[in-house]
Structures are given as C-alpha cells and as structure tokens.
Nanobody
C-alpha cells in the first residue's frame, strides 16, 4: 500500500508558476514509476508527467512539454511538479499517482486526494 498526499496547489495568473509536491509513504509496494495526472469536470483524467523511480527517466504530455518538470527525491519520498508559464487551460485538479508498471491511467492502484490548480487569464 502507498499513501500519497499532494500540496502546493492554488490560484495564479497566466504566465505564473506553481510547484506541486507529493509526499508518499510506502508500506511495501513495488513502485516502478510516479506520475502526475490532471482532471477537469466532465473529462477523463490525463497524465501530464511521469518519472521512473530507478532510472529517473521522465516524459511529458505534449501540452506541458517545456513548461512542466517532474522530479523526485527518493530520500525524502517526494515527487514534485514544477509548473511554469501556466495557461488557463492548465486549470484542473492535479493528482499524484504511484504505479508498478508504466503509470498508464488504468494501471494506477494508488492515488493522492488531488490538489486544485486555477490559472486566470
């Protein structure tokens, strides 16, 4: 089992920055990757960034590439998402996730409670 707690959401004007953090407690689950997803009402949850725990390799959705950076601190059991040049379309609830396979949406067994990000124009 993994417990995940996000923090750092809030409201910001377009062009601004926010940093989301996810602190996790692992009770023996084999974590292969961590990811950040986001969701707006009426739409599917989409992955915006992923990091593989062992290699540190990362990848991003095209809509955030070059603006968002995912990072991990394995010593502190923390995964962060630095979001720069924010746009109104980045407004969503952001979720931290832990997975043992590839962190695709259907493979995620553990989710955080979500943190709201609102970007005004």
């Amino acid at each position: 089992q993994v417990q995940l707690v996000e923090s750092g959401g809030g409201s910001v004007q377009a062009g601004g920055s926010l940093r989301l953090s996810c602190r996790y407690i692992n009770y023996g689950f084999s974590i292969n990757c961590m990811a950040w997803f986001r969701q707006v009402p009426g739409k599917e949850r989409e992955r915006v960034a992923r990091i593989y725990s062992q290699s540190g390799n990362t990848d991003y959705d095209d809509t955030v590439k070059g603006r968002f950076t995912i990072s991990q601190d394995n010593a502190k059991n923390t995964v962060s998402l630095q979001m720069n040049s924010l746009k109104p379309e980045d407004t969503a609830t952001y979720y931290c996730a832990a997975g043992s396979i590839d962190c695709s949406y259907g493979s995620i067994p553990y989710w955080g409670q979500g943190t709201q990000v609102t970007v005004s124009s």
